[in-house]
Every structure is written in C-alpha cells, then in structure tokens.
C-alpha cells in the first residue's frame, strides 16, 4: 500500500538525533497507530514499548536487534519486526523512509 486514505496527522513532527531522524504521527480510522518517517544517515538506537513492524520504504540500513549479535542489510521493500519493550540499533546508509506499526500483539 502506497498511501493511507481518511486519516489524522499530528501537525508537530517527532524529531529525534538533533533532526536526523523526524517523523509524524498518524491515526487510521480502525484506531491504529503509525508513524511516518525519514532517517537521515547515522548511527542510531531506539528503544519500544509496544512490538513494532517496520517497512523500509526506501533507502538502506543495517539493524541490529537487542537480543542479536549479527547486523543485517535491511533495503527498500523490506520489513521487521522488533519486540515490545526492546530496543535495536541501525546504520542509516543511504537515506531512509520508513513507515512504523504500533501492534497491540
């Protein structure tokens, strides 16, 4: 899916890393939560709360879960999983878009 129909947006971005990562919230119509976002290159770290699904919409990343010692190569049209109440760290290659899930289960 390319686009998100009859949707809120949070007018104030969440800007992280000094403004290298910035995104936006938004509220489907079932109630979910999103967010919308670019990260610029960098290392970063972020920690969850809830379990997350990432889809990297565009751009390059290497992700390194908590509980792994391997990174892997994440690219455009990929996608992950993190855990609730974790944390997993990334090298932003080349410019990234991503859109993040905020799930329940």
């Known amino acids: 899916m390319n ?3 009859n ?3 949070k007018k104030i971005a969440n800007i992280y890393f000094e403004g290298n990562v910035v995104s936006r919230n938004i509220s489907l119509s079932d109630g979910s939560i999103k967010t919308l976002g670019v990260m610029l290159p960098g290392n970063y770290e972020f920690s969850t709360e809830k379990k997350e699904y990432m889809e990297i919409l565009s751009g390059e990343m290497e992700l390194q879960l908590r509980d792994s010692k391997n ?3 994440i690219k455009e049209g990929m996608s992950f999983y ?3 109440n974790s944390s997993f760290k990334v ?3 080349k410019l990234v878009n991503y859109c993040c899930s905020y799930l329940d289960k």
């Open 82 to 84: 993190v855990p609730k």
């Open 3 to 5: 686009e998100f129909k």
């Open 7 to 9: 949707v809120d947006v």
């Open 91 to 93: 090298e932003i290659k």
């Open 71 to 73: 990174w892997e190569t």
